[in-house]
């Protein structure tokens, strides 16, 4: 059984930093793909930055520049660093990790950046 637990979410005033965490229950360099996604209220899931085994690193236009995907494997740590925040970033922030045909989603920490 894999499991994603998430932590680092809060509130933040616009222009700040959070730092979200996601740890597995297994050796994260198993799965093929590994990520963050976030969805805000009344709006879909939407992707914010993945990678994927091979070192190919993918950002949604919208926290280029901002936001870093980073790993830990000795901790089997995922980790998302976000500078420069402002108010459209609010949303539940979700890590997500693939592995061969099956997707594992965190519980989801909730991410505030007030104006």
């Known amino acids: 059984q894999v499991q994603l637990v998430e932590s680092g979410g809060g509130l933040v005033q616009a222009g700040g930093s959070l730092r979200l965490s996601c740890t597995a229950s297994?050796?994260?360099?198993?799965?093929?793909?590994v990520g963050w996604y976030r969805q805000a209220p009344g709006k879909t899931r939407e992707l914010v930055a993945t990678f994927t085994r091979g070192g190919y690193r993918n950002y949604a236009d919208s926290v280029k520049d901002r936001f870093t995907l980073s790993s830990d494997n000795a901790k089997n740590t995922v980790y998302l660093q976000m500078n420069s925040l402002k108010p459209e970033d609010t949303a539940v922030y979700y890590c997500k990790m693939v592995l061969g045909p099956s997707d594992y989603w965190g519980q989801g920490t909730q991410v505030t950046v007030s104006s």
């Open positions: 297994i050796r994260i360099f198993s799965f093929n793909t």
